[in-house]
């Protein structure tokens, strides 16, 4: 890359971009203004993760600031052109890794609804993966509560957060068997039925999660110097967030109640009795508040959802009936993990030639989808979470590409930023709450 300086009405105007910092200092360096650019990260602590920014100052006032991305790049879209619809999902559950049940979602949604099975999901998988969803919204609203307090100074915030967070990961890790990264949600509904006793797992965390939720309020909602250091700070009202596509708590925080998962419906959310959250302060402490009462309006949703399965939905698949499409078949949680169940591997391999060719076909070779493209977006805790989808008629995705919050929330960074102090830099990206292996994917 090289630095180029041009001539604008306000001056000299510099693009910086990766491998480029000696010919940007040198350049600046030629130049009659005093100021000073800094480069802060690519760090975990301060920039929310492997994030760096290019700060131009004047003094300790912030006049430009620019961010450098693709540290963490994995090239998992491109990857899944290579394998599978099924194998897909193993691949963009590792893309937001705060929320994978919500990558997985959004993929399979979009998936299902190529092959036209949109309405033939079972419902018991339908409400279990909202109670999944909801699981890990709790998660990560979490992280980014009890990481932004730390990186104020703040160390029991950041305690508090991933002890509420190990309560989630332990009942995942009973579900699923992993803490993350899952692949749980899979086309045609999830892998596995959840395993005797997970109700009351789920049961006992919403009889403790209330309580930690009024003790981490009782820390940093009317603490001083956290009001000082997030109220009016990183600034960003309605017509900033329309205008730079914000959507997820910042656009909450601006007044605007825009929630998918009530102005666009998904897995039966419109059956479900929550509300969605605002503030009009349009700061980093109206961010705070929205995100601490959408966990206490997940509560409500997962209760919900354990009324359900533990009543009507107590019974029934979790996966589609069509065994050209319900892959792997008859998954069952055994002594040595997650497996096929022994009635499955019996019957394929010693009663029917026809369902062993059928079971390797399947998971070889995979369906086929119709070809076509849709677009299917989730509600993550970040904010609109949606896939992109292209299927050529075989049986690998020809195309997917995701948008993703954090990258799209990113370019908000200058309009937060520059005007305020540097110290505020760390407020606000905290507040944007960016996950960088959603941004470089």
Partial sequence: MTTHATEAAEGKVYDVAGQDWDQLVDTVLESDEERLVINMGPQH???????????TLDGETVTEARTVIGYL???????????TWTQGVTFVTRMDYLSPIFNETAYCLAVEKLLGITERIPARAEAIRVMMME?????SHMVAIGTFGMELGATTPFLFGVREREMVLDVMEYIT????????????????????????????????????????????????????????????DLTGCMALGITGPILRAAGLP??????QPYCGYETYDFDVPIEQSCDVYGRYLVRVAEMEESLKIIEQCLERLAGPLKAGPVMIEDKKIGWPAQLALGPDGLGNSPNH??????????????????????????????????ESPRGELGAHVVSDGGTRPYRVHFR??????????????????IADVISAVASIDPVMGGVDR
């Fill in 45 to 55: 602590p301060s920039t929310h993760g492997v994030l760096r920014l290019v700060l």
């Fill in 73 to 83: 790049h994995t090239g998992i879209e491109k990857n899944i052109e290579f394998r």
């Fill in 135 to 139: 699981l890990t919204r709790i998660s």
């Fill in 177 to 236: 068997g992993l803490r993350m990264n899952m692949a749980y949600v899979r086309p045609g509904g999830v892998s596995v039925d959840l395993p005797a006793g997970a109700l009351d797992k789920v049961g006992e965390l919403l009889k403790v999660m209330p309580q930690r939720l009024k003790d981490m309020r009782k820390l940093l909602d009317a603490n001083p110097v956290y009001l000082r250091r997030t109220k009016d700070v990183a600034y960003l």
């Fill in 258 to 263: 825009w929630d998918l998962r009530k102005s």
């Fill in 345 to 378: 591997i019996a019957h394929i391999m010693s009663s029917s030639m026809e369902a062993l060719i059928h079971h390797f076909k399947l998971v070889t070779e995979g369906f086929r989808v119709p070809a076509g493209q849709v677009y299917s977006a989730v």
């Fill in 404 to 421: 993703d919050p954090s990258f799209t929330h990113l370019q908000a960074v200058p309009a937060m930023c520059e005007g305020g102090m």
